[in-house]
């Protein structure tokens, strides 16, 4: 028997392997040299790198790099009707994302894994004089994995600069729901769209590279908001959500008839489409009420998490 292959662990404090590639213009233009702490700074960089597999029947988390401001609360298994699934609360310790930071989360969910990921509040994107802030998200789910990401939503502040970079690869056999919620910023204090520039890429695919779906999301606000209320972003709304499912565990059209069936009597505007290729499907929402928001989103999983495991979805509870 061959020995199984050797990982090769990158140098996760290079500025190559947490700062995002080929960044949009729109946020490379405010590239700067603040005035505070620079890119790579202590406390600037937040790296969580993560990897599960089977165990004793059940998942575990068997690879663990957390450098904060990132950082996890320890696995839990809650789930009586899938006591093999294990969550995952990821939270940042220094309560938002500041200008200069760079944050960069992997997850490996090996063949067989069951895995839920959340956050465990919202991701508030502060005022941003110099410079930007990004994200790269890696996730990576091996034959007969189911894995959701599910983070609470993202909150631009006014003047925040943010750019995410989301990439998934599902291998044939398995399965990852993906949810997010973008907010038009901080409702309270009265800000809607005051941020200067959010911008997020996703990006679906198989090992071999295979694309099977992109998502592109570019919002530039400053004074000029018509480019961002129009009927193909926000439509006069102050939240948009979206929920992504890459299975094939059932039909394409079957999860796409979940997710309608789930969503109808929220009251909020919505969308569900096939994904390409017939790998799943999708939803995208939008409504004033971060409440109706929620609760639809969350209708939406729950359908879908039936659907693919034949289980009721849990109660999720965070810390």
């Keep these: 028997m061959e020995p199984a292959p050797t990982r090769i662990r990158p140098d996760r404090l290079d500025p190559r392997y947490y700062s995002v590639e080929r960044l949009p213009p729109e946020v490379a233009a405010l590239g700067s040299a603040p005035d505070t702490l620079a890119p790579g700074s202590p406390a600037k960089v937040g790296v969580l790198d993560l990897g599960f597999a089977v165990r004793g029947g059940r998942t575990e988390l068997v690879e663990r790099y957390q450098k904060s401001p990132l950082q996890i609360i320890r696995p839990l298994w809650t789930d009586p009707a899938m006591p093999g699934m294990t969550y995952v609360c990821l939270m940042a310790t220094g309560g938002g994302v500041a200008q200069a930071d760079r944050y960069r989360m992997d997850f490996r969910c090996g063949p067989g894994t069951q895995v839920h990921l959340t956050t465990q509040a919202a991701t508030k994107v502060f005022r941003m004089e110099h410079d930007y802030a990004s994200q790269r998200v890696h996730l990576t789910a091996d034959e007969g994995a189911y894995v959701e990401y599910l983070p609470d939503p993202l909150i631009p502040f006014r003047g925040s600069r943010f750019h995410q970079r989301t990439e998934v690869t599902v291998a044939p056999g398995a399965t990852v729901v993906l949810g997010d919620t973008v907010t038009s910023g901080r409702l309270a204090m009265g800000e809607r769209h005051d941020y200067r520039v959010l911008a997020a890429d996703l990006r679906i695919s198989r090992p071999d590279g295979t694309l099977l779906a992109v998502d592109t999301l570019r919002l530039s606000a400053g004074r000029d908001r018509a480019g961002v209320l129009g ?9 948009v959500s979206s929920l992504f499912a890459v299975t094939d565990r059932a039909p394409a059209d079957e999860v796409a008839d979940a997710l309608h069936e789930a969503v109808a009597g929220h009251g909020v505007t919505y969308g ?8 799943g499907a ?13 609760a639809a989103h969350t209708a939406a999983w729950a359908a879908v998490h039936r659907l693919l495991t034949g289980c009721p979805a849990p109660a999720v509870r965070k810390p």
């Design 231 to 239: 009927p193909a972003v926000f439509a006069g709304h102050d939240h």
């Design 272 to 279: 569900v489409s096939v994904l390409p290729r017939e790998c």
């Design 282 to 294: 999708w939803l995208r929402l939008l409504d004033d009420s971060p409440v109706r928001v929620a």
